[in-house]
């Protein structure tokens, strides 16, 4: 949240707005976002000409989960297991 950052598009300086949560998943897909989970993100906004940054939060990490049906664990922002492919939008 400390961070002294500078437009990438104009170079002026970028002012810290909020830590947020934005939700992951697929709209239209009734409760991905259950899956999904949230990603935590530092935002950033130029005055200047209103480009918004967004940061990975230092210490938020996405989610681990283990897969139901080869046991390998991964991010939870993945819609099938990205080593067996299990779908867990079949369900």
Do not use: W
């Not at 950033?44 to 990975?56: A, D, I």
């Not at 990490?61 to 492919?85: A, E, M, N, V």
Request: charged share 35%; net charge positive; glycine share 6%.
């Amino acid at each position: 949240m400390d961070r002294k950052l500078k437009c990438l598009r104009c170079g002026n300086p970028m002012e810290f707005v909020e830590s947020e949560k934005i939700q992951l998943g697929e709209r239209g897909i009734p409760f991905s976002h259950v899956i999904a989970g949230a990603l935590e993100v530092d935002i950033y906004y130029c005055k200047e000409c209103g480009k918004l940054e967004f940061y990975h939060t230092k210490d938020a990490l996405l989610t681990k989960i283990q897969c139901p049906s080869c046991g390998k664990t991964h991010d939870k922002d993945y819609r099938k297991c990205p080593f067996c492919k299990y779908d867990y939008r079949a369900k």
